[in-house]
């Protein structure tokens, strides 16, 4: 029989028909099937293991069964399959274990190996849990495995109305640690066309512009058009995009981002611009630090450059206090309402700090 996982105290397996005894004590325990409003007939357990054997010739995953390794008993199923959630495929952590067995970690502890299995294996981005909204014990479940309600639904079956909730997790890519870095008064989180009309204000702000250098965003569906620009970016892995927002406002007050990654000489370019008025309270060099801290740490960058206006000293100084070192200048490198600037470049190697 087939090894799949193994955890601290089980080992999960594929199942065969030797197991159908072992499946009918979980699947025909009418308390153990409650969320499921009927314990199953013979015909119903064996079309579920067929179901399995099949998802495991398919998928190359189904649920597993779960198997203590020092008596070798059937605990109980736990594993991944794909479930259809209104119309959309999602893979699913499932977990089903004998009664006997409940109230003991099992289930956690095999789930936590489900979805590292998902994401580290089977390289899947995100895995969810399906679960009755009266089945508390597997939600309890799901929140320890690291998963937050998505959404809910309401599933027809067994003649009746159920509803559930869609619990989930996404694997952590470095865009998704970026949008969770945290700082003293403000924190980031990825970017959002909802956030458009608070970018624009500053997006199409002719002050910012004067030390930003770029185009003026005219109208708010431009501004749109451009998050949606960096939001595919992102998603292409060229660049890595936040907003930035306030604490205790939840105001969205500036965008940071890296770009430009050269990963032959394992570098890339730092930027922020923030709304007028956030300018001179400190949030620019809170925002550094911590672009700093995940280029640094997270991406194990060698090298972060900035580029500035010549005249833009408030950003010149936020990149001072982060350990940057001005390395040159450029002459006319900006062109901004007729007139010609040059550029600082300012740069900080890992080692230098």
Not at 75 to 86: A, D, F, P, R
């Amino acid at each position: 029989m087939k090894k799949i996982i193994e955890t601290q105290r089980t080992y999960l397996r594929e199942m065969t028909q030797n197991d159908y005894a072992d499946l009918c004590e979980i699947l025909q325990d009418s308390e153990t099937m409650y969320a499921y409003e009927h314990a199953f007939s013979d015909e119903e357990v064996q079309n579920w293991l067929d179901w399995q054997l099949n998802n495991y010739e398919k998928h190359g995953f189904g649920l597993w069964a779960v198997i203590d390794k020092d008596t070798e008993e059937f605990i109980g199923q736990v594993g991944l399959t794909v479930q259809k959630v209104e119309d959309k495929e999602e893979l699913e952590i499932g977990y089903l274990l004998k009664r006997k067995h409940w109230h003991k970690g099992y289930a956690l502890e095999a789930a936590k190996a489900c979805k590292e299995y998902a994401f580290n294996t089977l390289n899947k981005d995100k895995v969810v849990s399906i679960i009755r909204d009266n089945n508390y014990p597997s939600q309890h479940v799901a929140e320890r495995v690291g998963m937050k309600i998505e959404g809910q639904f309401t599933k027809h079956y067994y003649n009746m109305d159920m509803p559930h909730y869609v619990y989930s997790i996404e694997k952590d890519t470095n865009a998704s640690i970026f949008h969770k870095m945290t700082g003293e008064n403000i924190y980031f989180k990825a970017l959002e066309i909802k956030d458009a009309e608070k970018v624009h204000k500053y997006a199409s702000d002719k002050d910012v512009k004067r030390f930003i250098g770029w185009r003026l965003m005219a109208a708010l569906e431009e501004t749109r058009e451009h998050i949606e620009k960096m939001i595919k970016n992102e998603n292409e892995g060229t660049s890595i995009y936040a907003s930035v927002v306030l604490k205790g406002t939840e105001e969205v007050i500036g965008t940071a981002m890296l770009f430009k990654f050269d990963k032959e000489a394992s570098k890339a370019e730092v930027g922020y611009v923030f709304d007028k008025d956030c300018w001179g309270k400190g949030y620019g060099t809170e925002t550094v630090a911590l672009m700093s801290s995940f280029a640094f740490e997270t991406l194990k960058l060698h090298k972060l450059y900035g580029n500035v206006v010549d005249t833009n000293l408030g950003s010149a100084r936020v990149l001072e206090k982060n350990g940057f070192v001005l390395e040159g200048r450029f002459k006319d490198h900006y062109f901004i309402e007729g007139k010609y600037y040059d550029g600082l470049y300012f740069g900080r190697i890992e080692s230098e700090e």
